[in-house]
């Protein structure tokens, strides 16, 4: 069984930086395609960026490039760099992977608190 377990979330204030972490339990290049996605308070969840095997990336336009999704295979972890953090920005924050047979991991989430 695939484990993708994030770290990195916390309590920042406005305008502040975070960086988010997805370990797996397997080589990261198994997966044909990752991704961060959030779920703010009252929304549906929603992609923020993601990043295929091949490191092509998108990202959610609405992030005006404050965040950035990367990924380091010899680690086996997937990263978001986070900058100039707003309160609407507060959520759990959840790493997923695609593999290439098709089969869908998620992490169980890091929570992102922006103090305003």
């Known amino acids: 069984q695939v484990q993708l377990v994030e770290s990195g979330g916390g309590l920042v204030q406005a305008g502040g930086s975070l960086r988010l972490s997805c370990t797996a339990s397997?080589?990261?290049?198994?997966?044909?395609?990752m991704g961060w996605h959030r779920h703010l308070p009252g929304e549906q969840r929603e992609l923020v960026a993601s990043i295929s095997s091949g490191g092509d990336t998108n990202h959610l336009h609405s992030m005006n490039s404050r965040f950035t999704i990367s990924r380091d295979n010899a680690k086996n972890t997937l990263y978001l760099q986070m900058n100039n953090l707003k309160p609407e920005d507060t959520g759990v924050y959840y790493c997923?992977?695609?593999?290439?047979?098709?089969?869908?991991?998620w992490g169980k989430g890091t929570l992102v608190t922006v103090s305003s």
């Open positions: 997923e992977g695609t593999m290439r047979d098709g089969i869908n991991y």
């Open positions: 397997t080589n990261i290049a198994s997966f044909n395609i």
